[in-house]
T-cell receptor, first 111, second 116 residues
Framework: GQQVMQIPQYQHVQEGEDFTTYCNSS?????IQWYKQRPGGHPVFLIQ?????EVKKQKRLTFQFGEAKKNSSLHITATQTTDVGTYFC???????????FGAGTTVTVRA | GAGVSQTPSNKVTEKGKYVELRCDPI?????LYWYRQSLGQGPEFLIY????????DSGLPNDRFFAVRPEGSVSTLKIQRTERGDSAVYLC??????????????FGPGTRLTVL
């Protein structure tokens, strides 16, 4: 079963607003990765976080890895219709290679 | 270069039948992974190959599932005596080395399997 939990499951956002999706693991992770899956598509790699407390930005997307390396967040500012899709976090435990995916946050945008 | 490709894109079969799903990884990638994604869920790990050998098959749900990668490139996931619960999207991913948790995995488009 899933060892990585994601909330919320659904996020309905007004275009132009900000939102955050959260990811929590029951175990310490060596790194966490974020993927985006468009409707009908496959997961596409967005970013990887490795260091405790790490923050990375990609344009309007800000990714953060918690100090204890058990949680992560994705914050999107000024949401656009192109942001529609499901965002998955996937954790990797130490000395492992398997990605344990969360159930994803499905984002819809109201124009 | 070309990404990960999977065939067929869709497969409809009847309960009890045998199916094969194919994955062609990115050229030169030594690591190959199979995942299964059910509706509303994230991908779930099935098996990992390093070269020709299955380094970890702990995610295969039961002995009806089997995967091979005889020449270290193309892989085939085989499902015997299919059941309705096997219906899902089967995703394949590859990475350049697979020798570390920071190795980026690139996903294929998936095969949507429907068991009637």
């Amino acid at each position: 079963g899933q060892q990585v939990m994601q909330i919320p499951q659904y996020q309905h956002v007004q275009e132009g607003e900000d939102f955050t999706t959260y990811c929590n693991s029951s175990t310490t992770l060596s790194n966490i990765q974020w993927y985006k899956q468009r409707p009908g598509g496959h997961p596409v790699f967005l970013i990887q976080l490795v260091k405790s407390g790490e923050v990375k930005k990609q344009k309007r997307l800000t990714f953060q890895f918690g100090e204890a390396k058990k949680n992560s967040s994705l914050h999107i500012t000024a949401t656009q219709t192109t942001d529609v899709g499901t965002y998955f976090c996937a954790g990797v435990r130490s000395n492992d290679y398997k990605l344990s995916f969360g159930a994803g946050t499905t984002v819809t945008v109201r124009a | 270069g070309a990404g990960v490709s999977q065939t067929p894109s869709n497969k409809v079969t009847e309960k009890g039948k045998y199916v094969e799903l194919r994955c062609d990884p990115i050229s030169g990638h030594t690591a190959l992974y199979w995942y299964r994604q059910s509706l509303g869920q994230g991908p779930e790990f099935l098996i990992y190959f390093q070269g020709t050998g299955a380094a970890d098959d702990s995610g295969l749900p039961n002995d009806r599932f089997f995967a091979v990668r005889p020449e270290g490139s193309v892989s085939t996931l085989k499902i015997q005596r299919t059941e309705r619960g096997d219906s899902a999207v089967y995703l394949c991913a590859s990475s350049s080395s697979g020798r570390g948790p920071t190795d980026t995995q690139y996903f294929g488009p998936g095969t949507r399997l429907t068991v009637l």
